[in-house]
């Protein structure tokens, strides 16, 4: 059951909302036990937000940190209502979403790839607040956030 | 000379970062005495994060957010500059950034098309500071942010 | 009993929370429509954060702002719960709580008073989401703030 | 020198600041090398923001999360300026400042003392942006945040 509803979730983020593709994400980890997350993607010309320079836009960094930490409160969501079906569960997780967030910028987005992370710091039956960090291969950390999460 | 530069800011934003187009904002205003600044963009496909309910999705309100504030803090830029060439000018340009940034999210995104609109608070030799608010249409608001920048 | 239940939110804030004592506020505004509150207090030597500058401590600027829009969340509270009795609204009250603040420190917090207004601009049956500003006697804003609040 | 610099940031925070006497602060470290800094205070009924519950208010909180990233922010300023005389620190110091901070309130601040840390995330030659992290002496974390700084 744990495994279907954290493959709901997976299929939910990949196949209905499509701005995650144009961003060409993979999820690589989702934790039911601590709702850690882990979201990757390659670094490709449409998410470049400056040309010469050949480094990712601000607007790519938040919304790939704001999605990341939207996967650890979907698992927070899945866990408080791990005994319904799959079905009311899919239910919930639409329901669920972002409250407020803040992202720091710490340095320039060069990379070939990039792996964002998160965790929970508070972990409640409707509200879940997650810190989240992005970096590119070489572990560099392009920008840390902080997003506060509803949860259906 | 402010119009040259002003049209420098439009022309950086919309053909050198390829992000932004993939977004399809327009920049409706550019103001160089208040540093306020409006972009806007219609609803697409690509732009959505819950199929079934077809609204915005979060990572594109924070992206369009963060750079309508960008612009605040660019129209600052040049006023700080005013006095050095168009070449010269661009230099400082691209080297200013986003030191960090808060989104609320406030209500769900839905519309044919978006505006947002940024403010200048705090106008410094070297730090601005900007309030956000993104609309649809209707006027409904659908998220508000707050941005701090570094400007070259 | 609106006026009886914005009584008690008045003296539970200037009562029974000592801190508030110490900062030496006042309730100027709680207004049931809207949410909105607003707070003064005088310059005192105990909360300036610079003898030198004699301006207000940061930390003071934050508390005033985060309590500010405290009080509107806990007008969203009473109406949230208008059909209960006082003391049940009184257990409501005091499970509110804040989730997570910005403030902006804008300028140097000098006067020989300060006021602090609070609006609100996400109002749900468990979240409050306000805007803060304050500003010295002469209308010179010194900070702004957006606070999430959890309401009972 | 150093010993010299971080003395004189220390009497700067605990005799020039007088809401640093009123929250009733210790500087438990500063660390020249990273920027790191912890600070500590005991709890008093004057900082209680509740006095059913006796936890601490939030405000308090919040002044102790960005007065400790502050003290990061002094530290790198020294760092910046490490080849001038302590007089000429002393005015660079006065002119540092906190340009905004989030904080995360993550569990009631119960407990006999407190402790706050801070680590540098960003350090620039005007931008420090550190995290702060406030625990009870059960190791309990309080809340967290992140405070972007200006340094003279």
Known sequence: MKQAALEQ???????FLPFNKVLGIA???????TGGAQVSFP????LIGNSAAGI???GVTAAVIDLTGGLSALISCVKYHEK???EQLY?????SATIDMRVDYLR???????????????AGSRIVVSKMALSNLQDVCIATGTG???IG
């Open 84 to 86: 319904e079906s799959l």
């Open 91 to 95: 239910k919930w997780m639409t329901a």
């Open 27 to 33: 999820i690589d980890l989702l934790d039911y036990d």
């Open 9 to 15: 979730i997976r299929s939910y983020y990949l196949e």
């Open 148 to 150: 506060t999460y509803l």
């Open 43 to 46: 670094m490709k010309p449409d």
């Open 108 to 122: 320039p987005g060069k990379g070939d790839a990039f792996v964002c992370k998160s965790r929970i710091i508070r």
């Open 56 to 58: 990712l836009h601000g």
